[in-house]
């Protein structure tokens, strides 16, 4: 699965570093409803984030230390990689840590990931 994510700088009023950046992803929330297990997961940097912008470091968080395994920064910090081995019906973030090195700011941009690998319609 792809996924896009757009980091700006906006001074005030933004969603992450305090206000003053302000990041969206091409999903969010992610669902994964009936998705395969092992599944790939892979986030870039869009075009529309400034060049200099990397990813230094994508983290699980909550659920996600056992759902999401191997993350691996591409050696540009343009993208990052990791496995979801959605084996659980659960939800949570991610974190990928985007550096802005013209500010010195660590820019923290956290899907929700939502797994349900075997989904059961309501018994009536």
């Known amino acids: 699965m792809e996924y896009q994510l757009t980091v700006v700088r906006v001074g005030f009023g933004g969603n992450s570093g305090n206000g003053k950046y302000f990041y969206t992803y091409s999903h969010d929330p992610i669902h994964l409803v009936g998705m395969k297990k092992g599944l790939k997961m892979h986030f870039s940097l869009s075009s529309d984030t400034p ?7 994508g ?15 591409s050696k540009d910090g343009r993208s990052v990689k990791f496995t979801n081995k959605n084996d659980k019906h659960c939800s949570f973030n991610i ?3 985007v550096h802005d090195p013209i500010n010195s700011e660590f820019i923290v941009c956290d899907p929700e990931v939502v797994n349900v690998p075997d989904p059961q319609p309501a018994a009536y």
């Open 51 to 57: 060049a200099d912008f990397k990813i230094c470091q």
């Open 59 to 73: 983290v699980g968080t909550g659920f996600a230390w056992d759902q999401i395994i191997d993350p691996q920064v």
């Open 95 to 97: 974190g990928i840590i």
